[in-house]
């Protein structure tokens, strides 16, 4: 574990301190490596006991639209690890309402349960939070 | 203000890097601490001690190295991502260490603020 968090124990390191991190996934999933590297650091994160949520905004929905086949672009398909946060405890995944209908994506596209909300009400979840990263 | 700054891009190609390492030399000129720069991304490739800018050119590299010699800024570049583009101990420049993700997520927790740099 301690590699995993960079030599970082997690007690004496971080103080008990909890403070809301939002991982803001705004690429598409394939065509660059921000998609999967942000799941790489929120995979992470899990180990640190801190209040989590993801946000997917712009093409950023389609990291966790079903059915991805990559095979003919030879890149590994690493959507199935969304639907292992739940086991991280990372429940609180929330899409951006006006970025899945541009794309004409429905709620029952993605392969994780996820909260669909407005841009007003992204704004306000971003304003709640402590740490915001954005990918 | 404790400041932690994540750096997402490569340098030169892309200005992230510029544009953070300007905030975080103003900071410092404020009197605010930088408590970690993260290099994330192509951002590790900013640790490359082989890179040779032309003369006339800033040198992205090693103005982070100074920066860090002479404010004691922690310059951490993630390890997963540097050895799927072969930033190692032996090419990282001095001042620069290799850790993990952990330490942006640390990072986050104990900055007062943290700010990406990105695309």
Not at chain 1, 58 to 74: A, E, F, L, N, S
Request: net charge negative; aromatic share 10%; glycine share 8%.
């Amino acid at each position: 574990m301690t590699e995993a968090t960079g030599g970082i124990e997690m007690e004496e390191g971080v103080g008990g301190k909890v403070k809301k991190f939002l991982y803001v996934n705004r690429k598409a999933p394939y065509g660059t490596i921000y998609a999967l590297e942000s799941l790489e650091v929120v995979l992470i994160a899990a180990a640190f006991d801190q209040d989590v949520s993801l946000a997917f905004l712009d093409d950023g929905v389609y990291q966790i639209v079903k059915g991805q086949h990559t095979k003919p672009i030879d890149v590994k398909n690493f959507s199935p690890a969304y639907r292992a946060l739940e086991g991280y405890d990372i429940e609180k995944l929330f899409v951006e309402k006006e970025s899945m209908e541009a794309r004409g994506l429905k709620e029952e596209d993605f392969i994780v349960p996820v909260k669909v909300i407005g841009t007003q009400e992204m704004t306000d979840l971003m304003q709640s939070q402590d740490v915001i990263l954005s990918f | 203000m404790k400041l932690g700054i994540m750096i997402n891009e490569g340098p030169y190609t892309h200005q992230a890097s510029d544009t953070a390492y300007l905030f975080a030399k103003a900071a410092i000129e404020k009197g605010h601490k930088i408590h970690r720069v993260f290099f994330y991304h192509d951002g590790v490739y900013n640790a490359n001690r082989h890179a040779e800018p032309p003369q006339d050119d800033r040198n992205i590299v090693n103005r982070w190295q100074k920066l860090a010699k002479d404010h004691h800024v922690d310059l951490v570049v993630c390890v997963a991502a540097a050895l799927r583009r072969g930033i190692k101990d032996e090419n990282l420049q001095e001042g620069f260490r290799i850790s993990g993700l952990g330490q942006l997520i640390e990072t986050g927790i104990q900055s007062d603020r943290m700010v990406t740099f990105g695309d």
